[in-house]
């Protein structure tokens, strides 16, 4: 914001947070029904709310939630879901499918770029989430990312097995152990729904260039051209 007071010539602004304001698990009641569960998840909530009380000094503003972005030159996590899905170590847990609310990055760009060009009358202190409209199904992603890359489709495995591993990635890492496959954590995370609501978004943007599939065939292409 200073920045922008100093430079004199900025007519909006986007402010970047996360989703991290809000846990995994959480689902807000309204815009700003925070519920941070991590340190950087707090640094976001403080952002926001200075932007919402300070920002409207030097120019007209609006925030974008980014979700969890995934797509060609990616890195962890979400490389390594297609590295488990490519070795066939990605497997599927009967009854637990969730729902989530991905962006695919060439979508995500697309968003970013129209709401940069809306009529500040309509974006001016909006708030919106970059994120596919529809929410992934776990399964039918990882699913479609098997047969993007040629492989077999993941099979399912017994939940009490994958408590089991995950309890002991818990061990590994309190012993120092690094680049665990799975821990409680990451289990908890990986079956709980994400799904948020992505209106105010689809209203400014309108209808976004990739659909699943062909956002994963471009992904798929470009990881097998990195050697994999």
């Not at 709310?49 to 990616?74: D, K, M, N, Y």
């Not at 489709?153 to 017994?158: E, L």
Request: hydrophobic fraction near 35%; proline fraction near 6%.
């Amino acid at each position: 914001m200073r920045a922008i007071e100093a430079c004199g010539t900025v007519s909006h602004t986007l402010y970047a947070s996360s989703r991290l304001i809000f846990a995994i698990d959480h689902e807000p009641k309204s815009t700003f029904d925070y519920h941070p569960s991590t340190p950087y998840g707090e640094s976001k909530v403080m952002g926001e709310e200075l932007v919402r009380s300070e920002a409207s000094q030097f120019s007209s503003w609006s925030i974008v939630r980014p979700t969890s972005i995934w797509g060609p030159w990616f890195d962890t996590p979400y490389r390594d879901f297609f590295d488990m899905v490519a070795k066939g170590r990605y497997v599927k847990f009967k009854g637990r499918d969730p729902l989530k609310s991905f962006g695919y990055v060439g979508n995500v760009v697309h968003q970013i770029s129209e709401i940069l060009k809306a009529d500040t009358e309509i974006t001016n202190e909006g708030v919106y989430w970059l994120s596919d409209y529809e929410p992934l199904r776990l399964s039918a992603w990882a699913d479609s990312v098997a047969k993007s890359l040629g492989r077999r489709p993941p099979r399912y495995a017994p939940w009490l097995l994958a408590r089991a591993a995950a309890r002991l990635g818990d061990l590994a890492t309190k012993v120092g152990v690094d680049r665990v496959p799975l821990t409680t954590f990451r289990l908890n995370n990986l079956v709980t729904n994400m799904v948020y609501d992505t209106s105010a978004t689809e209203g400014v943007v309108g209808p976004l260039p990739y659909d699943m599939h062909t956002a994963v065939q471009v992904t798929a292409d470009w990881y097998k051209s990195q050697g994999h």
